[in-house]
């Protein structure tokens, strides 16, 4: 009995303890799936829908990358709102940060009367030490602003050309702005004269490292035109301008409009200046090349407010009067007209004249009248002045009767005659006729304003002057891949030879320095890169230093040759770029030699940087050769 009612009280307590169990494991389960369900409501509620929840009992773990820490912080606190903050168990992670991409590397420099200062960011590897101390030299005097900052990362591709171009650019320009970035310069300048300005562009895009983008803007003031000359012709031979101005760019169109008209064919040239005697020179100029068309042939000369119209020989008489009277009529008030309809001349009785010819090595002879023995001492004084004294040759004789203003008409030829290369000056009694060859694009304009002023109105003059490009002395310069390949072309018939085993250029090799230096005087500046090359017998270390050493013995020359080398370096490469192989004798002296090589800067590097806001916007071979292999470093290389 007893027995049975223990074994009641165990059974009854076993039940009870088996049914609490299954209702803690219920209601555990229900509190998991009740966590889990609300916090990732909340999670879904608040577009956080990348975290991850897993309840594990009262606690509830969260995982998965968060975008940003700010996002994972959010998570966190959501989650605490739904369930007790202390029950949030947190695994997840944060994406990584992408690597900070590099600044854009950018420098402005601006030069001005005041001073020279310079800002931007450049990298670190930049020697800013050098860089300052390069514009503190090219001011002078004057104030320098350093505001430059240093970014500690890699410099770009191409960043060094750059910044060398543009701090040698700045040297040449007194007023300017220069941009610079990785690839590309941009060049803003004022100039004093149209011709300083294409003298500046032809030097700095010849000085441009190959592959180096360059943009320039350089302005020039108006020239002042004294006096201010316009002439047109009108003969067999075409319709042409010998000078044209005009006073703006809308009188220029207006004009070159008027001669296209009348017959003008090609390309015409007309310079805007300063000096204009009437703000209605384009309605007097196009007045008179409109008569000049009437006529069908002559020529109109404007010096200053004085014009003269000039006919064709043979021109009806009628058609002339007609014409000017309705000329006269119509021109703007202060200009003067003086129209001339020439007679017709006895071909068979030529009027007295004086010829000066200038032949293409700067000979010159003077033959025809002179109206007495004085004039003939002037002209002959003159044209050794302007020619040489050993240039002149004189075969004059004097003649009486000649006109009155012979001694003007034949020193003015003269003048004209020395702005040519080559050609001839005519003088007679009624024309004055120049002709030859020219490297001055503006010879023409030149001689036609200088006949006009000396001669004076009325005065009939005839200008045939062709301009050439290969007597023009900047527009011939070779470009720097010519010079490259010109030296190149030396050097293969032609080696530069050292002294057995040292940096001494032999005597039977300056022949040829001076035949290289020739050539690069003519080429201006260059980025160039003397190489020096060795075979590959000896020590490689000591190949390379022979190498250099013969690099910069090079460069020596060049300078005792008095060639300007402050954009050249000299680099020795030692054995490590052979051009045949070094198991024969003709191999080894083919690799030992000196190359002239353009420096070009790398390929541009990919797009891609973050934006900087700025703050201111040959060979040598040895004399002779050593048998023995021992020391052949010293004797071979």
Same mark, same amino acid.
């Given at each position: 009995?007893?027995?049975?009612?223990?074994?009641?009280?165990?059974?009854?307590?076993?039940?009870?303890?088996?049914?609490?169990?299954?209702?803690?494991? =219920?209601?555990?389960?229900?509190?998991?799936?009740?966590?889990?369900?609300? &916090?990732?409501?909340?999670?879904?509620?608040?577009?956080?829908?990348?975290?991850?929840?897993?309840?594990?009992?009262?606690?509830?773990?969260?995982?998965?990358?968060?975008?940003?820490?700010?996002?994972?912080?959010?998570?966190?606190?959501?989650?605490?709102?739904?369930?007790?903050?202390?029950?949030?168990?947190?695994?997840?992670?944060?994406?990584?940060?992408?690597?900070?991409?590099?600044?854009?590397?950018?420098?402005?420099?601006?030069?001005?009367?005041?001073?020279?200062?310079?800002?931007?960011?450049?990298?670190?590897?930049?020697?800013?030490?050098?860089?300052?101390?390069?514009?503190?030299?090219?001011?002078?005097?004057?104030?320098?602003?350093?505001?430059?900052?240093?970014?500690?990362?890699?410099?770009?591709?191409?960043?060094?050309?750059?910044?060398?171009?543009?701090?040698?650019?700045?040297?040449?320009?007194?007023?300017?702005? &220069?941009?610079?970035?990785?690839?590309?310069?941009?060049? +803003?300048?004022?100039?004093?004269?149209?011709?300083?300005?294409?003298?500046?562009?032809?030097?700095?895009?010849?000085?441009?490292?190959?592959?180096?983008?360059?943009?320039?803007?350089?302005?020039?003031?108006?020239?002042?035109?004294?006096?201010?000359? =316009?002439?047109?012709?009108?003969?067999?031979?075409?319709?042409?301008?010998?000078?044209?101005?005009?006073?703006?760019?809308?009188?220029?169109?207006?004009?070159?409009?008027?001669?296209?008209?009348?017959?003008?064919?090609?390309?015409?040239?007309?310079?805007?200046?300063?000096?204009?005697?009437?703000?209605?020179?384009?309605?007097?100029?196009?007045?008179?090349?409109?008569?000049?068309?009437?006529?069908?042939?002559?020529?109109?000369?404007?010096?200053?407010?004085?014009?003269? =119209?000039?006919?064709?020989?043979?021109?009806?008489?009628?058609?002339?009067?007609?014409?000017?009277?309705?000329?006269?009529?119509?021109?703007?008030?202060?200009?003067?007209?003086?129209?001339?309809?020439?007679?017709?001349?006895?071909?068979?009785?030529?009027?007295?004249?004086?010829?000066?010819?200038?032949?293409?090595?700067?000979?010159?002879?003077?033959?025809?009248?002179?109206?007495?023995?004085?004039?003939?001492?002037?002209?002959?004084?003159?044209?050794?002045?302007?020619?040489?004294?050993?240039? &002149?040759?004189?075969?004059?004789?004097?003649?009486?009767?000649?006109?009155?203003?012979?001694?003007?008409?034949?020193?003015?030829?003269?003048?004209?005659?020395?702005?040519?290369?080559?050609?001839?000056?005519?003088?007679?009694?009624?024309?004055?006729?120049?002709?030859?060859?020219?490297?001055?694009?503006?010879?023409?304009?030149?001689?036609?304003?200088?006949?006009?002023?000396?001669?004076?109105?009325?005065?009939?003059?005839?200008? +045939?002057?062709?301009?050439?490009?290969?007597?023009?002395?900047?527009?011939?310069?070779?470009?720097?891949?010519?010079?490259?390949?010109?030296?190149?072309?030396?050097?293969?018939?032609?080696?530069?030879?050292?002294?057995?085993?040292?940096?001494?250029?032999?005597?039977?090799?300056?022949?040829?320095?001076?035949?290289?230096?020739?050539? =690069? +005087?003519?080429?201006?500046?260059?980025?160039?890169?003397?190489?020096?090359?060795?075979?590959?017998?000896?020590?490689?270390?000591?190949?390379?230093?022979?190498?250099?050493?013969?690099?910069?013995?090079?460069?020596?020359?060049?300078?005792?040759?008095?060639?300007?080398?402050?954009?050249?370096?000299?680099?020795?490469?030692?054995?490590?770029?052979?051009?045949?192989?070094?198991?024969?004798?003709?191999?080894?002296?083919?690799?030992?030699?000196?190359?002239?090589?353009?420096?070009?800067?790398?390929?541009?590097?990919?797009?891609?940087?973050?934006?900087?806001?700025?703050?201111?916007?040959?060979?040598?071979?040895?004399?002779?050769?050593?048998?023995?292999?021992?020391?052949?470093?010293?004797?071979?290389?």
């Amino acid at each position: 009995m007893r027995l049975s009612s223990l074994l009641i009280v165990v059974t009854t307590f076993a039940l009870a303890a088996v049914l609490a169990l299954v209702t803690a494991n =219920l209601s555990v389960k229900l509190i998991e799936e009740t966590s889990e369900i609300g &916090v990732r409501d909340a999670l879904d509620e608040a577009s956080l829908t990348w975290a991850e929840v897993e309840a594990d009992g009262l606690q509830v773990t969260l995982a998965g990358i968060a975008p940003t820490e700010a996002v994972r912080f959010a998570a966190l606190s959501t989650a605490g709102s739904v369930v007790d903050a202390a029950r949030v168990i947190d695994e997840m992670e944060v994406e990584a940060a992408a690597a900070i991409a590099p600044p854009r590397f950018s420098a402005e420099i601006l030069r001005n009367d005041a001073g020279l200062s310079i800002i931007g960011l450049i990298p670190a590897t930049t020697d800013r030490t050098a860089v300052i101390d390069r514009i503190t030299a090219i001011a002078g005097d004057l104030q320098v602003t350093d505001l430059i900052e240093v970014a500690d990362y890699p410099a770009p591709a191409n960043w060094e050309d750059s910044l060398g171009f543009s701090l040698a650019a700045m040297e040449r320009l007194p007023r300017a702005k &220069v941009s610079v970035t990785a690839g590309r310069v941009s060049i +803003r300048a004022i100039t004093d004269s149209a011709e300083e300005k294409a003298q500046l562009e032809t030097q700095l895009n010849r000085a441009a490292p190959p592959g180096l983008r360059v943009a320039l803007d350089i302005a020039a003031p108006r020239p002042v035109i004294t006096p201010f000359t =316009l002439r047109l012709v009108k003969d067999e031979n075409g319709t042409r301008f010998d000078a044209c101005s005009a006073d703006t760019e809308a009188a220029r169109t207006r004009i070159v409009t008027a001669a296209l008209e009348a017959g003008l064919t090609g390309s015409a040239t007309c310079t805007v200046g300063m000096g204009v005697p009437s703000p209605k020179w384009s309605t007097a100029v196009t007045q008179s090349i409109g008569a000049l068309s009437k006529l069908g042939a002559g020529s109109v000369t404007f010096s200053d407010a004085d014009i003269t =119209l000039i006919a064709a020989e043979g021109t009806p008489q009628a058609d002339f009067d007609r014409v000017v009277g309705e000329l006269e009529n119509e021109l703007p008030e202060v200009f003067a007209l003086y129209a001339k309809l020439p007679e017709t001349v006895d071909p068979n009785q030529g009027p007295p004249e004086f010829v000066a010819t200038l032949s293409p090595e700067g000979l010159v002879q003077l033959r025809g009248r002179i109206s007495d023995e004085n004039l003939r001492s002037l002209v002959n004084s003159y044209a050794q002045a302007a020619f040489g004294t050993d240039s &002149v040759y004189t075969a004059t004789r004097i003649v009486d009767d000649l006109p009155s203003n012979w001694p003007v008409r034949v020193l003015t030829g003269l003048e004209a005659l020395s702005q040519l290369s080559n050609g001839a000056v005519t003088v007679t009694p009624d024309t004055l006729t120049v002709s030859g060859n020219t490297g001055n694009p503006k010879a023409s304009t030149n001689i036609a304003s200088l006949l006009a002023s000396k001669l004076g109105e009325a005065e009939e003059f005839d200008i +045939r002057v062709i301009y050439q490009e290969k007597l023009d002395p900047i527009a011939a310069l070779p470009t720097p891949d010519e010079c490259e390949a010109e030296i190149a072309t030396i050097l293969s018939s032609s080696k530069i030879r050292f002294e057995p085993g040292s940096a001494t250029i032999d005597a039977s090799a300056l022949g040829t320095m001076d035949d290289i230096a020739e050539v =690069l +005087r003519q080429c201006g500046d260059l980025r160039l890169e003397i190489q020096g090359h060795t075979d590959s017998q000896g020590r490689e270390e000591m190949n390379l230093n022979l190498s250099q050493a013969r690099a910069q013995s090079v460069l020596n020359e060049l300078r005792a040759r008095r060639v300007l080398t402050s954009t050249y370096s000299a680099k020795g490469y030692g054995e490590a770029d052979p051009i045949a192989e070094n198991d024969t004798e003709e191999g080894r002296e083919a690799n030992r030699r000196i190359e002239f090589r353009l420096i070009r800067p790398a390929p541009s590097a990919p797009e891609g940087e973050t934006t900087l806001e700025t703050l201111a916007g040959t060979g040598d071979t040895e004399a002779g050769t050593e048998d023995s292999a021992e020391g052949r470093d010293d004797e071979q290389n």
